[in-house]
């Protein structure tokens, strides 16, 4: 991973934590927006414009990759690059988490 990618990345937005978590399967669009509605009880809904906008951009820093098209839906699926972000993103919510427990 690059110095770019991990400046842009590290820590992640929850946006972006939930794009790249949803997309360990190949997924279209608006099924991310519904997984991630799911994962979070209904908490994050994500606009088209977010969306859209959060899989352009991380298509263009590989972190994500075009699969096919089906029914006129872009079917994405994570790269290499994508689930090391999102691992080293997992291990810092892992130690914030531990940390919180923890207390002082």
Request: net charge positive; proline share 3%; glycine share 8%.
């Amino acid at each position: 991973m690059d110095a770019h990618t991990r400046k842009v990345y590290v820590p992640m937005t929850e946006t972006g934590f939930y794009i790249l978590f949803s997309l360990q399967k190949p997924n279209h669009g608006y099924g991310v927006v519904q997984t991630v509605e799911r994962l979070t009880d209904g908490q994050i809904r994500l606009a088209p414009g977010t969306m859209y906008g959060s899989l352009s951009k991380m298509e263009k820093d590989g972190l994500i990759r075009f699969l096919r098209e089906e029914e006129k839906r872009k079917i994405y699926i994570i790269t290499e690059l994508g689930q090391e972000v999102l691992e080293l993103e997992l291990k810092r919510i892992e130690r914030l988490y531990r940390t919180a427990k923890e207390g002082l």
